[in-house]
């Protein structure tokens, strides 16, 4: 006799259990013989022979019989009764012995009921099967059924039932409990072969749809094709829109869009009244680039070589971008932090954006937001404006064809906000790293991904600058060139291009140093050179007419013949004044143009002790000009009483140029403390400091600035807050050797150092 352990199977009495000859083999560990006697027996778990133990198996098993081995490789043991294993070996060969005894089932089933039931299910089976290929083979299994344990055992392999419940029911004593249970096991897996079968069938109609779908594209297209050949000129310009919607890779929300406004297009005809809006639209839509550009990878020598070709001197901010590159590269981004160039005008910020697209490898675009006023600027306007554009960063993008340009913002101190709502705000979305990924312009109506953008901002100063926008980027700072700076981008850049534009040749001219020095004195006063710039173009034009009217080459052009080709008389410099007059003194001021030299002017009349500012004074510096009045009071106790007989009247002169800020302070006093005391200090002494209300002087901003506009200026001593001292870094070399810098803490020390204190 052999011991049979199976798993997941319907085992109940009164049915056929199939086997695979190879499963009976492997499980008992000898050859199928026929009508020899088995015990069927349950494993609790899936398990091979060798893994088997006595208590793998559940304790109630079944006896029975093999009925047949067949051909084809499988077995038919017939089942019998079922048995309790009152004891089981499993010896270490894995071969199993059993003692076992009859189980008796209670006998409570009516046969006639059974019977009855029994056709039922058989008649359930057949219709299901109808219809089906296999539904003819499994009439003949359904025919030879004569119990509800041969439909059990012959559905188990497509039953979903557990190994319990399917050996529940060979623990069942009850004969009509173990019936029910099968029954409604059958007709539940009858059940949800027809569900399975219904999703079944809904998936191939999808599929269905779906092939018809593109069945019925092909054949529009076709057709389309058919009409285009009868009609070129008509329909051309759609079939091209069409064909660039599909190709140009946009991302799917774009894609939507496009195609609805597209077909929404085809249906208005070219005539329709949206169609123009449509066609301009889809027209800049697909004209973005939406395809991402692979990052190169950048070689920081060549990188520098192109930026020290391009531009002379700017060693910090080469440096600085030279970093900026350094971690794009480790971080393979394609944008890094966000650069803010700041600086006076003509001092190199926009070109040198110009060169690190240069240095990149990739392409420029340059935005200028000077005088923008409205939200719509740079996000553009909704479609449903008439005459709606899309914003000037989209247009920028557009313009330039990729998706990954170095993209100079020129000027954005130059924002402002108007009731169309805050550009600012715009921008600040624009350079958000967390949000530009998905840029919604209003007139695209769809996201755009900026995050490969290099952003580079430019301005003048930082006062206008909002708050959280200036946060976000990181300020580099052009400081303006001194004259032998200025000589030499003339003679390295600005002269060649000149000279090239105006299509002079070697030997046409003669332009010396000493002429470009001439010009710089006498024809510019700025930090930047973009003034020397215009001059220079200016002379290379005149020297291109003088050759073309018959003048001989080379055209000379020295400092003393200069006025003749300029279009301009010299610039009147505003050198320091020769005479030193008490209450007169020099002061420096820092403007969005660069450093600039200052004259403050006290006098004392009859009167009553009234103070009087003029020269387009800020509240600031009016604040300073008290705090001097008080600060004099108090250092000449004797002359306070004076003041009070007197009115006193400060006055900057250079009315047009606007004036603010703290750091005047330390002249306003010195001013002051020279009229009371009635000794002159001399003009070629400059001063910059905010001043406190206990006579301390304190830091000020823009100090390179200021000392290059002493330098310029003719200045030769400067008194400077101690606290800036670190500052003089930042201050070319040319221009501290040519000041004597004193740094001060107090009013006190200034005073005295000027020999204002002792005098009477
Ligand atoms: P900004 O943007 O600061 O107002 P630009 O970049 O427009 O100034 O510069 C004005 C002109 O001066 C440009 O033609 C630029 O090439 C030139 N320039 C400025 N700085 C340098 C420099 N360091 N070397 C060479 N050319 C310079």
Not at 519 to 539: P, W
Not at 670 to 698: I, R
Request: glycine fraction near 8%; aromatic fraction near 6%; charged fraction near 25%.
């Amino acid at each position: 006799m052999a011991v049979v352990p199976v798993y997941n199977m319907i085992t109940v009495p009164d049915s056929s259990l199939f086997l695979q000859t190879g499963v009976y083999r492997a499980m008992t560990g000898r050859a199928p013989v026929e009508n020899e006697k088995v015990t069927v027996i349950v494993a609790k778990r899936e398990a091979s022979r060798r893994e088997l133990e006595s208590d793998s198996f559940y304790p109630i098993g079944v006896s029975g019989q093999i009925r047949e081995v067949n051909e084809q490789g499988y077995l038919v043991i017939r089942l019998g009764q079922r048995v309790n294993l009152d004891e089981v070996y499993v010896f270490p060969d894995k071969t199993i012995e059993l003692t076992v005894s009859r189980r008796a089932d209670v006998e409570d089933l009516d046969p006639a009921d059974a019977a009855l039931r029994l056709t039922a299910i058989k008649e359930e089976l057949l219709s299901f099967s109808r219809g089906f290929e296999w539904g003819e083979m499994l009439r003949g299994f359904v025919a030879a059924w004569e119990s509800i344990g041969d439909v059990g055992a012959g559905m188990s392999p497509w039953m979903s039932a557990s190994n319990e419940a399917r050996y529940a029911l060979l623990a069942e004593d009850s004969r009509k409990a173990r019936f029910d249970k099968l029954e409604a096991m059958i007709y539940e897996n009858l059940e949800l072969a027809r569900v399975r079968l219904k999703a079944q069938s809904a998936q191939r109609a999808d599929h269905e749809k779906l092939y018809k779908e593109q069945a019925l594209r092909k054949q529009i297209d076709y057709l389309q094709q058919e009409l285009e050949e009868m009609h070129p000129e008509e329909e051309s310009d759609l079939r091209a829109l069409e064909k660039k919607i599909e190709s140009c890779g946009m991302n799917e929300t774009a894609l939507k869009e496009a195609r609805k406004l597209l077909a929404r297009l085809k249906s208005e005809g070219q005539s329709g009244h949206e169609s123009g809006m449509l066609t301009d639209y889809l027209e800049f839509l697909t004209s973005l680039p939406w395809k991402k550009e692979e990052a190169k990878t950048i070689s920081l020598d060549e990188a520098e070589q192109i930026l020290d070709a391009d531009h002379f001197g700017l060693e910090k901010v080469k440096k600085r971008i030279l970093e900026q590159l350094a971690v794009m590269q480790l971080k393979g981004q394609q944008s890094g932090s966000i650069l803010l160039f700041v600086g006076a005008p003509g001092t190199g910020k926009t070109s040198i954006g110009q060169s690190i697209a240069k240095a990149l490898g990739r392409e420029y675009v340059r935005v200028s937001l000077g005088g923008v006023r409205d939200e719509a600027d740079i996000r553009g306007h909704r479609r449903t404006y008439i005459g709606a554009m899309p914003g000037r960063i989209l247009d920028g993008i557009a313009k330039c064809g990729v998706s990954n340009p170095v993209m100079v913002l020129d000027e954005v101190d130059k924002l402002s906000v108007s009731y169309n709502g805050d550009p600012a705000a715009a921008l600040l979305e624009v350079l958000d790293p967390e949000q530009n990924f998905s840029f919604t312009d209003h007139y695209l109506n769809v996201p755009y991904d900026l995050s490969d953008v290099l952003f580079i901002c430019t301005a003048n100063t930082l006062d206008t600058i909002p708050e959280p926008l200036l946060n976000r980027m990181e300020v580099i700072r052009f400081q303006g060139y001194t004259p032998t700076e200025k000589q030499e981008i003339a003679l390295r850049h600005l002269l060649p291009k000149a000279l090239e534009a105006a299509g002079l040749k070697d030997g046409d001219t003669e332009i010396s140093p000493e002429t470009i020095a001439h010009i710089i004195s006498e024809y510019t006063r700025e930090a930047g050179v973009r003034g020397l710039k215009k001059r220079i173009d200016t002379l290379c034009r005149a020297a291109a007419v003088q050759l073309v009217r018959g003048g001989k080459p080379p055209v000379v052009m020295t400092p003393d013949n200069l006025r003749e080709y300029m279009d301009m008389s010299p610039i009147r410099q505003k050198n320091v004044k020769e005479h030193a007059e008490p209450g007169v003194v020099t002061g420096l001021a820092w403007t969005q143009v660069g450093g600039d030299v200052l004259y403050i002017e006290t006098k004392a009349t009859k009167g009553s002790g009234k103070l009087t500012i003029t020269g387009q004074l800020g509240d600031v510096m009016k604040e300073s000009a008290q705090i001097a009045v008080s600060l004099v009071k108090s250092l000449y106790p004797d002359k306070a009483e004076l003041l009070e007989k007197e009115d006193l009247h400060i006055h900057v002169p250079d009315g047009a140029t606007p004036k603010d800020g703290p750091s005047a302070g330390i002249t306003l006093t010195t001013a002051l403390a020279s009229l009371v005391s009635g000794v002159p200090v001399p003009p070629a002494v400059a001063m910059t400091g905010e001043v406190s209300l206990q006579g301390s002087v304190n830091p000020i901003g823009g100090l390179p600035e200021k000392l290059m506009a002493a330098q310029r200026s003719g200045v030769k001593k400067v008194f400077i807050p101690a606290d800036n001292v670190d500052d003089l870094r930042d201050v070319a070399k040319e221009v501290r050797d040519q000041l004597t810098i004193i740094p001060v803490q107090s009013v006190a020390e200034v005073l005295s150092k000027l020999s204002l204190t002792q005098a009477n």
